[in-house]
């Protein structure tokens, strides 16, 4: 397994991250603790989770299943470099009026404590905020953010579907105060969405913040068979239909190349120099070791250019997209 810098920060971690999004509604508890044994056997330390997984019904049931893995012993987690994140509601009923989603001091401290109690740990590597939070001042989260890492119960803050100008107000007033500050942003980012080049990516790596992009593989659009499903009308089936044409072309050139779908989707976003190490999402092991080679994987001039005239991007960023 390859390891990069976690951005600008003496964190190394690996070039594939573990996402577990899955674990508890898709995947049951047995399942993906064979999934993280096997992502350590093949040297994945980087592991990221949120306490809202489980869904609606069981907030934080996915960080339960983690700390279930870890209390096993046995170094997991001393092996794992591990990220969570908050924002959304809890369900908790003594958040009270603040149980809505939100990333006040008061909010941070309560659902750091619930995450630390879930996951069976008493620090976090990367305490992620999965939104951004218009309401609260940088003053208000950056002091929040501080106490954290003074205390030594997380080592680093990220951000997750921050705009560009949010990640530059970020690291602004973080200087400011004598912070370290983002040193990473979690984004949508795939062959089918590339509207990140724009803004969010060259902020990122200028201000020294690792791009971690989630759903690489466009919800499975970009997944080997992925023509070959079909089923009731739904939002994934729309996206299907819209992009059918632009599909059809990836899937001859994987074939041209002999090689999978979601395998040259996932070696394309890593070839970007922004990106730190793309979120795999496995929902069996299957899927997690059709990943592993993904990082061996090099896609050429040529190949580069097929793709980028099948799933053209945005257009070169500011300010040389505005010249005459």
Known sequence: MKYSYLGKSGLKVSRLCLGTMNFGPETEEKEAFRIMDAALDAGINFFDTANVYGGQQ???WTEEIIGRWFSQGGGRREKVVLATKV??????????PNSGAGLSAYKIRRHFEGSLKRLQTDHIELYQMHHIDRNVSWDELWGAFEILVSQGKADYIGSSNFAGWHIAAAQAK?????????????HLYNLLERTPELEVLPASRELGLGVIP?????????????LAKSGVRSARSVKLEKHRGQLEQFSALCRELGEQEDQVALAWVLANPAVTAPIIGPRTMEQFEDSL??????????TMKKLDDIFPGPGRPAPEAYAW
């Open 293 to 302: 080679r993904v990082t061996d994987m090099v896609l050429d001039e040529t």
């Open 174 to 186: 973080a200087k400011e105060r004598h912070f370290l500050g983002l040193v990473s942003e979690q």
């Open 87 to 96: 924002y959304g509601d809890m369900s908790d009923e003594h958040d009270g």
């Open 58 to 60: 069981r907030r934080g």
């Open 214 to 226: 989630w759903s690489p593989l466009a919800g499975g659009l970009l997944g080997r068979n992925a």
